[in-house]
């Protein structure tokens, strides 16, 4: 099955509501996670990331927590705005070097 | 600076011949990995290298596929005899460190569709 799974298509929420994306993770050690945000003809970019368990990612007034004991990385914001629109990408990294990608969340707000 | 960069950014190939994607990364990144993305999913992985180590393979669908690196510089990602499920857009990474949770960053793709 797949090590990431996140909330798939797409969210529609409006500008000021408040947002959750869903993102588990499989894994069988102690994983470093990431969110990643792609814009229409970009590659992805980082967006935040956490190492360990219980430590928080923030960017932009977006969070994210590592939470082990659910193997959780949901991500949140609590006032979406246009701008915020993209693809977003929760990601591992566990026993090697590369990423594993969840099949990505496309952010549409609405104004 | 520069960030990495990826040529052609599309291409357009007939099924059965070969293409060559090439990927510049950051100067002075010792890792660097190519990635595929499907349309609408997430990207998958295909191969690693770090300097001179022997590179992590593991993620290549098929013979069909090859990558090259020579030392910390350029790397050629080449698709023999293409069939249309390799249209994708293929992206390259680079990291500076070694540490897993370094930032890996990414090129704009090159968009391969195949007829």
């Known amino acids: 099955g797949d090590s990431v799974v996140q909330t798939e298509g797409q969210v529609l929420p409006s500008e000021g509501d408040s947002l959750i994306v869903n993102c588990s993770y499989e894994t069988t050690q102690y994983p470093s996670l990431f969110w990643y945000v792609q814009y229409p003809g970009e590659g992805p970019q980082l967006h935040l990331k956490a190492m360990k368990a219980n430590d928080k990612g923030r960017n932009k007034g977006f969070e994210a927590m590592y939470r082990k004991e659910t193997t959780s990385f949901h991500l949140e914001k609590d006032s979406v705005q246009e701008s915020d629109s993209a693809v977003y990408f929760c990601a591992h990294i566990d026993s090697g070097y590369a990423l594993n990608f969840g099949k990505g969340t496309s952010l549409l707000v609405t104004p | 600076g520069a960030g990495v960069s990826q040529s052609p950014s599309n291409k357009v190939t007939e099924k059965g011949k070969d293409v060559e994607l090439r990927c510049d990364p950051i100067s002075g990144h010792t890792a660097l990995y190519w990635y595929r993305q499907r349309l609408g999913q997430g990207l998958e992985f295909l191969i690693y290298?770090?300097?001179?180590?022997?590179?992590?393979k593991s993620g290549l669908p098929s013979d069909r596929f090859s990558a090259e690196r020579t030392g910390e510089s350029v790397s050629t990602l080449t698709i023999q005899r293409t069939q249309q499920e390799d249209s994708a857009v293929y992206l390259c990474?680079?990291?500076?460190?070694?540490?897993?949770?370094?930032?890996?960053?990414f090129g704009p793709g090159t968009r391969l569709t195949v007829t």
């Open positions: 990474a680079s990291r500076t460190s070694t540490r897993r949770g370094a930032e890996q960053y």
């Open positions: 290298f770090q300097g001179n180590s022997a590179p992590d």
